[in-house]
């Protein structure tokens, strides 16, 4: 059974770092599209970044310039690395396939105080 385990969450002051990381289990793993989304209190949830097979990748508008995904084919890890973080960025943050074809994990949470 695939299983997502997502880390490196918690609470940080506005303008500072983060860096998340999530560890798939039992697929091919280089074989995926993978992605990151976040839910904040009240909302949908909503896809972050994406990072192809090819290692192309992609971001929503609000984070632009201040996040970057990377992937791991050896370790079969995919990261986020956050910057320059805002209050509008707290959420649970989850990763999963681009289509979302995976069941989601418990995500890491991020709290980004103003």
């Known amino acids: 059974q695939v299983q997502l385990v997502e880390s490196g969450g918690g609470l940080v002051q506005a303008g500072g770092s983060l860096r998340l990381s999530c560890a798939i289990s039992?697929?091919?793993?280089?074989?995926?599209?993978m992605a990151w989304y976040r839910q904040a209190p009240g909302n949908q949830r909503e896809l972050v970044a994406v990072i192809f097979r090819t290692g192309t990748t992609n971001y929503t508008d609000s984070v632009k310039g201040r996040f970057a995904i990377s992937r791991d084919n050896a370790k079969s890890t995919v990261n986020l690395q956050m910057s320059n973080l805002k209050p509008e960025d707290t959420g649970v943050y989850y990763c999963?396939?681009?289509?979302?074809?995976?069941?989601w994990g418990q995500g890491t949470q991020v709290t980004v105080s103003s």
């Open positions: 039992s697929i091919a793993f280089r074989l995926f599209d």
């Open positions: 999963n396939t681009r289509g979302a074809a995976l069941a």
